[in-house]
């Protein structure tokens, strides 16, 4: 697997650097993991791979190439506070979304409340439709 980064910009105001790449597989023959390619990229920007997010990975058919965008953080609150939980979820490793999960309990279920009943109808009487006069 070999990656090449086509275009680094520096966002200063969300504190990071959003990165578009390509993804050489024909080595591996098929796409690889988001885990892979965030370690990849992590060795590349010399940082550690816990404040880099791939946000998407295509591989265009019948080829052997992937393009891709990810985004690297100077802190993981910063990344955090940031990225949609979706993303943040997709780049954690599967021995640890595991142990996650474990902890994560179904939240407790609201009491139901007794539905509301109609109002009675009213006691007036509908108005009288006008009467023909001939």
């Known amino acids: 697997m070999e990656i090449k980064i086509t275009e680094e910009q520096q966002n200063i105001l969300l504190k990071r650097k959003e990165i578009l790449f390509e993804v050489e597989h024909s080595q591996t023959k098929g796409t690889p993991s988001r885990l892979e390619i965030r370690n990849k990229l992590a060795d590349m920007l010399k940082t550690k791979p816990e404040l880099v997010y791939v946000k998407r990975v295509e591989t265009k058919t019948g080829t052997m190439k992937a393009k891709g965008e990810a985004n690297a953080y ?16 997709r780049n954690i490793p599967a021995e640890k979304k595991e142990k996650a999960e474990e902890k994560v309990e179904a939240p407790p279920k609201k009491e139901e409340k007794p539905e509301k009943t109609e109002k009675p109808e009213s006691t007036e009487q509908p108005a009288k439709p006008a009467e023909k006069k001939e």
């Open 74 to 89: 100077e802190s993981v609150e910063q990344a955090k506070l940031i990225e949609p939980k979706y993303i943040v979820t």
